[in-house]
């Protein structure tokens, strides 16, 4: 099984920075792409940015250069580097990474949700 706990969630004024973790534990062989996720009140949870193994990368339109993806392969660790918050940023982040199995299987899985609130 697979636990990534997720930190560094808050509340920040408009222009303000914040910075995401999330770090995968348990049995797994690897951890292939992670990601960031949000969902804000009454929409659907959608992508803002994920990350290879490799380290490419992938972002929401909204959040590029303002968003910054990175990960730890050793610490089985992602990170998302967040400047220039603006209110419609408000939501409630979840991490998310694709694990790859001792049997050969590959299992995605999904953070527990950090609270990010933009307001003055």
């Known amino acids: 099984q697979v636990q990534l706990v997720e930190s560094g969630g808050g509340s920040v004024q408009p222009g303000g920075s914040l910075k995401l973790s999330c770090a995968a534990s348990?049995?797994?062989?690897?951890?292939?792409?992670m990601g960031w996720y949000r969902q804000a009140p009454g929409k659907q949870r959608e992508l803002v940015a994920d990350?290879?193994?490799?380290?490419?990368?992938n972002y929401q339109d909204s959040v590029k250069g303002r968003f910054t993806i990175d990960r730890d392969n050793a610490a089985n660790t992602v990170y998302l580097q967040m400047s220039s918050l603006k209110p419609e940023d408000t939501a409630v982040y979840y991490c998310?990474?694709?694990?790859?199995?001792?049997?050969?299987?590959?299992?995605?899985?999904w953070g527990q949700g950090t609270q990010v609130t933009v307001a003055t």
């Open positions: 990350i290879t193994r490799g380290g490419s990368t």
């Open positions: 998310n990474a694709a694990a790859a199995n001792f049997n050969g299987s590959t299992t995605v899985h």
């Open positions: 348990g049995r797994f062989f690897s951890i292939y792409t």
